[in-house]
């Protein structure tokens, strides 16, 4: 506007339009080389200071300014009269742009209007009274946003839960605003899930399961970077069967002058698996050279609290009254933690870590996505008045 405004005022013998049919006359000329623009500079900076000198400037400022300034030396109208816009009020698309336009004609008119000008259909929904108001708003140039990044990566840790297999990061391309059923399939994928297993996606904080992931219309927006996930590789039909959630702890013995008190401590991976798997969850039986196994196992509620005394995991998974989710503490003595590789339950990854794509290649981005982004329909905020 500033520069609209700028021109209307001091530009009226059209010196800006001479300057540069002259400057097109020199590049077209016949066995013309290279050419100074330097009377078309001159003349540029005397009505536009800013670009004076030989400072760097932002080109498509230098083209707004010098497309503006064309049109107001050559519009055809000297008088401009004054122009209401009335409202769509349900009438056909074409008969309210051809009004709009014809409104913009009686005050623009020039080649630069003709070549260089447009119009786009702008529409606004009240939020409240639902009112829609459509306007053909005329423009030379659109300012196009660049879109975000259309994908991102996740990383989460899969689990088998036959133990057939370590516990193992893998790293997925996701859409950005996509849902967890996208997630789910590209683990699938990646981790080459036969068609007998599924995952079930756990979400890990401080060594527990804080909640299970599992609807799959859910947007992965709600899954931040630093969040833990892990993925649990379990057969498609375990939800016949009762689900068992194993807590990792370390007995501790911390001694006083006058008592011994034992304690325990979470660490490494929450681990899952149905009943059905229940040869895979009991006490090893190569132990010979660990003494006897020292791991106890407690119930606990859903907060990890234990309930009542030690159990015996095969009387439990043998029992009839197991049914739901069964929430297990899993106790390791220090004799058990040396013998046992504990750094196979480490803790899972963050879900993104930026150090470690720090030198990946930056997606294109096209100009058509440029004017996706643009067109995106957006909810105006509180402050935005009707």
């Avoid at 702890?249 to 798997?277: I, W």
Wanted: charged fraction near 25%; glycine fraction near 4%; proline fraction near 5%.
């Amino acid at each position: 506007m500033f520069f609209s405004h700028l021109a209307r005022i001091v530009n009226k013998e059209g010196e800006i339009a001479m300057a540069f049919g002259d400057l097109l006359k020199t590049l077209w000329a016949p066995g013309a080389t290279s050419v100074s623009p330097r009377l078309f500079k001159s003349k540029l900076a005397h009505f536009a200071p800013q670009f004076s000198g030989f400072n760097q400037h932002d080109s498509q400022e230098l083209l707004a300014f010098l497309l503006d300034g064309l049109h107001e030396d050559l519009n055809r109208v000297k008088c401009k009269p004054y122009v209401e816009a009335k409202d769509g009020d349900g009438r056909p698309d074409e008969d309210i742009a051809d009004e709009y336009w014809q409104n913009h004609l009686a005050r623009n008119d020039s080649i630069i209007v003709d070549v260089c000008q447009g119009q786009y259909r702008s529409t606004l929904v009240c939020p409240v009274c639902r009112k829609v108001s459509v306007t053909f708003d005329p423009f030379m140039y659109l300012s196009l946003p660049l879109p975000s990044t259309s994908m991102r990566t996740m990383t989460l840790t899969i689990v088998p839960s036959d133990g057939k297999a370590q516990p193992t990061p893998v790293t997925v391309t996701v859409p950005k605003q996509g849902k967890f059923e996208d997630l789910v399939r590209a683990l699938g994928i990646t981790c080459s899930l036969s068609g007998d297993e599924t995952l079930m996606v756990a979400e890990v904080y401080n060594n527990h399961i804080i909640r299970f992931l599992g609807e799959p219309t859910d947007s992965l927006s709600l899954i931040r970077d630093d969040d833990r996930l892990v993925a649990y590789k379990l057969e498609n039909n375990f939800e016949k069967f009762s689900r068992v959630v194993f807590v990792q702890q370390q007995m501790e013995k911390s001694s006083t002058s006058e008592t011994q008190k034992l304690s325990c401590k979470a660490f490494g991976l929450p681990l899952v698996a149905s009943d059905e798997e229940r040869n895979n969850v009991v006490c090893p039986e190569d132990t010979s050279e660990a003494a006897d196994c020292d791991v106890k196992f407690y119930l606990t509620d859903d907060n990890g609290n234990a309930k009542g005394s030690e159990v015996f995991m095969d009387d439990l998974l043998d029992s009839m009254e197991l049914t739901g989710q069964v929430n297990v503490l899993v106790c390791w003595s220090d004799n058990m933690l040396e013998y046992y590789d504990q750094h196979l339950l480490s803790s899972p990854a963050e879900v993104y870590k930026p150090a470690l794509f720090s030198k990946r290649p930056q997606e294109s981005i096209s100009l058509y996505r440029c004017l996706e982004a643009f067109l995106k329909e957006e909810p105006l905020g509180p402050e935005d008045m009707w």
